[in-house]
């Protein structure tokens, strides 16, 4: 799975539907390719992620392929999730309930009950229209019960891999402390090193003055 090439933790449930979806980009470090880079490569991505969820939430896995409009739009939908994901936690609208909406995208689901009364939200229609269905319904689910502000993109820059962060004070910014942590470490002591360098060399560049003890020639 997508995910699995970054070693990141993985969202509980259905979210990680979404959090596959957004790591499916190219890897920069280790040469991973981007799994949506072709209609058959992200034909066969979304095939397996469907299987997933699907099994993950005991429903039959639905039978998915992509036309060549699905799959553009399959990239698109990776792109907008991403840049959903980019905006700080504390910056991200709340849950529209009670509010006016300003619709940019439909995508349709239906609502099923079993004997006992349990309800679910079902993805409706296949190839990316399903999976528009399934990662808005499972963004939905995710506002509500507040474990969307737990997902996250990695702080470092040749990173950006989604990772579930559970941290008390919900404080991670790194999909892996000892990987991309240690990077960003590295770079903020070398920057602190630089500076009092730099401060040194302008102090010994400028002209010496001829009398530095500021006394008169005799």
């Known amino acids: ?17 979404v959090q596959e979806l957004v790591n499916t980009h190219a890897v920069e470090r280790g040469g991973g390719t981007d799994l949506l880079a072709d209609r058959a490569s992200a034909e066969e991505w979304l095939r397996g992620a ?9 429903l039959d896995a639905p039978d998915l392929s992509l036309s060549p409009e699905d799959w553009e739009a399959l990239r698109n939908l ?20 009670g509010t006016r909406v300003s619709v940019r995208r439909r ?15 079902v993805p409706f229609g296949v190839g990316g ?44 910014v790194w999909h892996n402390v000892r990987t991309c942590g240690n990077m ?8 602190r090193r630089k ?12 002209p010496k003055p001829a009398n530095p003890r500021g006394a008169l020639p005799a």
């Open 184 to 191: 960003a470490n590295l770079r903020a002591s070398r920057s």
């Open 107 to 121: 995508a349709q689901a239906v609502l099923v009950s079993d004997d006992e009364g349990r309800v679910a939200m």
């Open 78 to 97: 990776r792109a907008t999730v991403d840049e959903m994901l980019s905006v700080p936690v504390g910056e991200r609208p709340a849950t529209a309930t």
């Open 50 to 58: 469907a299987r997933e969820w699907a099994r993950g939430r005991g």
């Open 129 to 172: 229209a399903w999976l528009e269905s399934a990662v808005w319904s499972e963004i939905l689910l995710a506002q509500w019960t507040g474990e969307w502000s737990k997902l996250k993109l990695c702080r470092e820059p040749g990173c950006r891999s989604a990772f579930y962060d559970t941290s008390r004070n919900g404080s991670g």
């Open 1 to 17: 799975m997508a995910t699995e090439r970054f070693g990141a933790r993985i969202a509980p449930a259905g979210l990680t539907l």
């Open 195 to 206: 500076i009092p360098a730099q401060a040194d060399d302008g102090a010994g560049s400028g």
